[in-house]
Protein backbone atom coordinates (compact mmCIF):
# COMPACT_ATOMS: atom_id res chain seq x y z
CA UNK A 1 0.00 0.00 0.00
CA UNK A 2 2.63 2.32 0.56
CA UNK A 3 5.13 1.57 -1.94
CA UNK A 4 1.86 2.13 -4.39
CA UNK A 5 1.00 5.73 -2.89
CA UNK A 6 4.85 6.74 -2.59
CA UNK A 7 5.57 5.99 -6.56
CA UNK A 8 2.00 7.90 -7.43
CA UNK A 9 3.77 10.87 -5.69
CA UNK A 10 6.41 10.69 -8.22
CA UNK A 11 4.51 11.19 -11.31
CA UNK A 12 5.45 14.67 -12.31
CA UNK A 13 3.25 17.37 -13.40
CA UNK A 14 6.09 18.59 -16.11
CA UNK A 15 5.65 14.92 -17.69
CA UNK A 16 9.11 13.44 -17.01
CA UNK A 17 9.22 10.27 -18.97
CA UNK A 18 9.02 8.71 -21.81
CA UNK A 19 6.63 9.54 -23.83
CA UNK A 20 4.50 6.88 -26.22
CA UNK A 21 1.16 7.46 -28.27
CA UNK A 22 0.40 10.39 -26.31
CA UNK A 23 1.10 9.08 -22.76
CA UNK A 24 3.94 9.87 -20.66
CA UNK A 25 5.08 7.10 -18.87
CA UNK A 26 7.33 7.38 -16.04
CA UNK A 27 7.42 4.22 -13.94
CA UNK A 28 5.93 0.63 -14.11
CA UNK A 29 4.26 -1.41 -11.06
CA UNK A 30 3.86 -4.93 -9.83
CA UNK A 31 3.60 -5.71 -6.34
CA UNK A 32 6.39 -4.44 -4.64
CA UNK A 33 8.48 -3.80 -7.71
CA UNK A 34 8.81 -0.69 -9.24
CA UNK A 35 10.44 0.69 -13.20
CA UNK A 36 10.97 4.01 -13.45
CA UNK A 37 11.69 5.30 -16.96
CA UNK A 38 13.13 9.05 -18.01
CA UNK A 39 15.03 9.77 -21.75
CA UNK A 40 18.22 11.60 -20.15
CA UNK A 41 20.02 11.22 -16.97
CA UNK A 42 19.05 14.41 -15.39
CA UNK A 43 15.32 13.14 -15.52
CA UNK A 44 16.23 10.35 -13.72
CA UNK A 45 17.77 11.76 -10.68
CA UNK A 46 14.96 14.03 -10.42
CA UNK A 47 12.65 11.00 -10.13
CA UNK A 48 14.76 9.00 -7.64
CA UNK A 49 15.05 12.13 -5.72
CA UNK A 50 11.61 12.73 -5.22
CA UNK A 51 10.89 8.85 -4.85
CA UNK A 52 13.58 8.76 -1.90
CA UNK A 53 11.66 12.04 -0.55
CA UNK A 54 8.58 10.17 -0.41
CA UNK A 55 9.88 6.98 1.12
CA UNK A 56 11.46 9.10 3.79
CA UNK A 57 8.23 10.59 4.18
CA UNK A 58 6.68 7.22 5.12
CA UNK A 59 9.21 6.19 7.58
CA UNK A 60 10.84 4.20 4.31
CA UNK A 61 14.02 3.92 2.76
CA UNK A 62 15.55 3.51 -0.84
CA UNK A 63 17.55 1.45 -1.16
CA UNK A 64 20.42 2.45 -3.68
CA UNK A 65 22.64 -0.67 -3.51
CA UNK A 66 20.21 -2.85 -4.66
CA UNK A 67 19.07 -0.01 -7.42
CA UNK A 68 20.13 -0.22 -11.14
CA UNK A 69 20.02 1.19 -13.90
CA UNK A 70 19.76 -0.32 -17.40
CA UNK A 71 20.27 2.46 -20.88
CA UNK A 72 20.19 1.66 -24.24
CA UNK A 73 22.54 4.96 -24.57
CA UNK A 74 26.33 5.06 -23.09
CA UNK A 75 26.04 6.21 -19.81
CA UNK A 76 28.87 5.17 -17.87
CA UNK A 77 28.25 6.37 -14.21
CA UNK A 78 25.37 7.32 -12.40
CA UNK A 79 25.55 8.68 -8.68
CA UNK A 80 22.74 9.96 -6.41
CA UNK A 81 23.57 11.30 -2.68
CA UNK A 82 27.39 10.30 -3.49
CA UNK A 83 26.00 6.71 -3.93
CA UNK A 84 26.85 5.05 -6.81
CA UNK A 85 24.40 3.18 -8.73
CA UNK A 86 25.30 -0.52 -11.03
CA UNK A 87 24.59 0.20 -14.98
CA UNK A 88 23.82 -3.42 -16.39
CA UNK A 89 23.13 -4.80 -19.62
CA UNK A 90 20.49 -6.94 -18.33
CA UNK A 91 18.23 -7.36 -15.45
CA UNK A 92 16.03 -10.14 -14.48
CA UNK A 93 12.57 -8.54 -13.55
CA UNK A 94 9.96 -10.52 -12.84
CA UNK A 95 11.13 -14.27 -13.50
CA UNK A 96 12.75 -13.05 -16.86
CA UNK A 97 15.67 -11.95 -18.16
CA UNK A 98 15.44 -8.40 -19.69
CA UNK A 99 18.11 -6.92 -21.80
CA UNK A 100 19.69 -3.06 -22.88
CA UNK A 101 19.25 -4.55 -26.59
CA UNK A 102 15.35 -6.02 -26.84
CA UNK A 103 16.44 -9.13 -27.76
CA UNK A 104 14.58 -12.89 -25.91
CA UNK A 105 17.81 -14.61 -27.36
CA UNK A 106 19.42 -15.04 -23.85
CA UNK A 107 16.28 -15.74 -22.15
CA UNK A 108 15.06 -17.84 -24.53
CA UNK A 109 18.26 -19.95 -23.96
CA UNK A 110 17.79 -20.02 -20.34
CA UNK A 111 14.72 -21.35 -20.36
CA UNK A 112 15.49 -23.85 -22.62
CA UNK A 113 18.25 -24.91 -20.17
CA UNK A 114 16.05 -25.30 -17.61
CA UNK A 115 13.38 -27.22 -19.57
CA UNK A 116 16.79 -29.78 -20.46
CA UNK A 117 17.24 -29.85 -16.33
CA UNK A 118 13.62 -30.34 -15.79
CA UNK A 119 13.47 -33.36 -18.55
CA UNK A 120 16.88 -34.60 -16.54
CA UNK A 121 15.24 -35.10 -13.62
CA UNK A 122 12.74 -37.34 -14.61
CA UNK A 123 15.10 -39.58 -16.71
CA UNK A 124 13.84 -42.36 -13.64
CA UNK A 125 10.30 -42.35 -15.21
CA UNK A 126 11.59 -42.12 -18.43
CA UNK A 127 13.42 -45.64 -17.99
CA UNK A 128 10.39 -46.91 -15.74
CA UNK A 129 9.49 -49.83 -18.36
CA UNK A 130 5.86 -50.03 -16.15
CA UNK A 131 5.07 -46.24 -17.17
CA UNK A 132 3.10 -46.42 -20.37
CA UNK A 133 4.62 -44.70 -23.53
CA UNK A 134 1.20 -42.74 -23.83
CA UNK A 135 1.50 -41.17 -20.04
CA UNK A 136 5.21 -40.25 -20.42
CA UNK A 137 4.42 -38.59 -24.21
CA UNK A 138 1.66 -36.20 -21.59
CA UNK A 139 4.75 -35.15 -19.48
CA UNK A 140 6.17 -32.56 -22.06
CA UNK A 141 3.03 -31.35 -22.72
CA UNK A 142 2.01 -30.33 -19.09
CA UNK A 143 5.40 -30.26 -17.25
CA UNK A 144 8.36 -29.23 -19.90
CA UNK A 145 6.11 -27.27 -22.08
CA UNK A 146 5.23 -25.00 -19.04
CA UNK A 147 8.43 -24.59 -17.82
CA UNK A 148 10.12 -23.27 -21.22
CA UNK A 149 7.45 -21.16 -21.91
CA UNK A 150 7.05 -18.89 -18.72
CA UNK A 151 7.03 -15.46 -20.35
CA UNK A 152 6.86 -16.57 -23.54
CA UNK A 153 3.69 -14.40 -24.86
CA UNK A 154 6.30 -11.29 -25.21
CA UNK A 155 8.81 -13.14 -26.95
CA UNK A 156 10.26 -12.35 -30.56
CA UNK A 157 11.26 -15.20 -32.16
CA UNK A 158 14.19 -14.77 -34.58
CA UNK A 159 14.82 -17.76 -37.01
CA UNK A 160 17.87 -18.51 -34.77
CA UNK A 161 15.96 -19.20 -31.77
CA UNK A 162 13.23 -20.82 -34.07
CA UNK A 163 15.76 -23.55 -34.75
CA UNK A 164 16.81 -24.07 -31.25
CA UNK A 165 13.61 -24.36 -30.17
CA UNK A 166 12.87 -27.05 -32.46
CA UNK A 167 16.53 -28.86 -32.02
CA UNK A 168 15.02 -28.87 -27.53
CA UNK A 169 11.83 -30.53 -28.63
CA UNK A 170 13.01 -33.59 -30.68
CA UNK A 171 15.78 -33.68 -28.05
CA UNK A 172 13.00 -33.81 -25.27
CA UNK A 173 10.94 -36.66 -27.86
CA UNK A 174 14.24 -38.84 -28.58
CA UNK A 175 14.61 -38.71 -24.75
CA UNK A 176 11.06 -40.61 -24.34
CA UNK A 177 11.19 -42.96 -26.87
CA UNK A 178 15.16 -43.72 -25.81
CA UNK A 179 16.08 -45.02 -29.21
CA UNK A 180 19.34 -46.05 -29.45
CA UNK A 181 21.71 -43.95 -31.74
CA UNK A 182 22.47 -46.66 -34.45
CA UNK A 183 19.01 -46.70 -35.77
CA UNK A 184 19.60 -43.09 -36.97
CA UNK A 185 16.23 -42.09 -37.14
CA UNK A 186 14.41 -38.73 -39.09
CA UNK A 187 13.51 -35.83 -36.99
CA UNK A 188 10.33 -36.69 -39.17
CA UNK A 189 10.19 -40.22 -38.32
CA UNK A 190 9.99 -39.35 -34.67
CA UNK A 191 7.18 -37.00 -35.03
CA UNK A 192 5.41 -39.97 -36.95
CA UNK A 193 5.93 -41.63 -33.82
CA UNK A 194 5.19 -38.62 -31.00
CA UNK A 195 2.12 -37.24 -33.17
CA UNK A 196 2.53 -34.64 -30.92
CA UNK A 197 -1.31 -32.54 -30.50
CA UNK A 198 1.33 -29.26 -31.16
CA UNK A 199 4.80 -28.26 -31.57
CA UNK A 200 6.65 -26.40 -28.68
CA UNK A 201 7.20 -23.32 -31.56
CA UNK A 202 3.27 -23.28 -31.78
CA UNK A 203 2.70 -23.24 -28.26
CA UNK A 204 4.68 -20.30 -28.19
CA UNK A 205 2.99 -18.69 -31.11
CA UNK A 206 -0.60 -19.62 -29.44
CA UNK A 207 0.47 -17.52 -26.40
CA UNK A 208 1.64 -14.67 -28.62
CA UNK A 209 -1.65 -14.50 -30.23
CA UNK A 210 -3.46 -14.51 -27.37
CA UNK A 211 -1.94 -12.12 -25.36
CA UNK A 212 -2.33 -9.86 -28.50
CA UNK A 213 -5.73 -10.33 -28.56
CA UNK A 214 -6.22 -9.47 -25.20
CA UNK A 215 -4.22 -5.73 -25.52
CA UNK A 216 -6.17 -5.44 -29.02
CA UNK A 217 -9.35 -5.78 -26.63
CA UNK A 218 -7.96 -3.92 -23.72
CA UNK A 219 -7.72 -0.53 -25.96
CA UNK A 220 -6.49 2.56 -24.86
CA UNK A 221 -4.86 0.87 -21.96
CA UNK A 222 -0.95 1.21 -21.07
CA UNK A 223 0.07 -2.12 -22.71
CA UNK A 224 -2.29 -1.13 -26.05
CA UNK A 225 -0.14 2.33 -25.58
CA UNK A 226 3.45 0.38 -25.62
CA UNK A 227 2.72 -1.61 -28.19
CA UNK A 228 0.94 0.41 -30.88
CA UNK A 229 1.78 3.82 -29.83
CA UNK A 230 4.87 5.64 -31.48
CA UNK A 231 7.50 7.01 -29.82
CA UNK A 232 8.63 10.65 -30.13
CA UNK A 233 11.35 11.64 -32.22
CA UNK A 234 14.12 9.81 -34.26
CA UNK A 235 16.33 6.89 -33.30
CA UNK A 236 19.31 6.77 -35.25
CA UNK A 237 20.40 3.79 -37.58
CA UNK A 238 22.05 0.67 -36.28
CA UNK A 239 21.49 -1.55 -33.52
CA UNK A 240 19.44 0.64 -30.87
CA UNK A 241 22.97 0.48 -28.42
CA UNK A 242 25.59 1.86 -30.98
Known amino acids: MYSEY ?53 GLSLNLKKTKIMTTGTLNEFKLDGTEIEITSY ?61 SKSWTLQKRERKKIDAFELWMWRRILRGPWTEKRTNFSVLEDVKPKRSLEATILRLNLRYFDHVMRAKRSLEWDIMFGQVEGHRKQGKPWM
Do not use: Q, W
Open 91 to 151: HTFLGSIVTRDGYDDIEINRRLSIGRMAMTKLEKIMKDRDVKKTTKMKIPETIIFLTVTYG
Open 6 to 58: IVRKVEFKDNIGIKIGGRTINNLRYVDDTTILAEEKEDMEKLLKKLKEENEKA
